[in-house]
C-alpha cells in the first residue's frame, strides 16, 4: 500500500485519489489506471478526461422518463414506434439498458433513481414516483421490473398503492428471476422471458 507521501509526483497523486473515488475502485486499482493512463498519448488522455468531463454538462435527463439523453427528450420516448401505453418501470438507466440489450420490450420506461430504502435514507420523495403517477391513465400497462429483494417489493407495492385508481393495468416481471436478483445482472434470454411471460402484480 503507498502512503500519501510517497507518490513521487503530486498530479499522479491528486488523479489516483480522483480515480478511487468511483465505487469499486480501490487505491491499487486506482494506481494501476492511472499508470496505465501515463503510458499513453497526450492526445488519448485529454480525450478521455473530455469525454469525462462532457458528463457534467453533456448529459441530460429525458423530461418524460427520466432516462439519461444527450437532449430533453430520450431517442426511445421521441420513437413514434414504441409503445407510449406500456411503460416499464425500473430503478436505474443500467436497468433500462439491460432490458433494451434483449430485444424483447417495445414499450418506454419510467426510471425512478433509485428505490425506497429507509436504511439508506431514500424515501418515495427521493425517487420519480410523483412524475410516474403523472403518466398513469386506465389505458396504460405499467411493468414493475424492480428487484425482488425486501427494498425492491416494497417500492413496488408503494407504486402499486399510488397508480391503482387509475384503474391501470399493473404487471410485474415473471420470477425466472432468483428471489433478490438485480436486473443488471440477469442474462438477456432469463431476462427476456421474465418481460414476455409477465404476471398482474399481487400486492
Known sequence: MISPDNYPSKALKDAVEAISSLPG????????????????????????????????EGVHY??????????DQCAICADSRRDHKTICVVESVRDVMSIEATGQYHGVYHVLGGIISPINGVGPSDLTIKQLVARVAADVEVILAL???????????YIYRQIEASGCKVTTLARGLGFGDELEYADTLTLGRSIANRQAFKP
Open 25 to 56: 475502485v480501490g487505491s491499487r486499482s486506482a494506481l494501476r489506471l492511472a499508470l496505465h493512463l501515463l503510458k499513453q498519448p497526450a492526445d488519448k488522455i485529454h480525450h478521455f478526461a473530455a469525454a469525462v468531463d462532457n458528463l457534467a
Open 62 to 71: 429525458c423530461r418524460t422518463c427520466m432516462m439519461v439523453s444527450d437532449g
Open 147 to 157: 428487484s425482488g429483494d425486501v427494498e425492491g417489493e416494497t417500492t413496488s407495492f
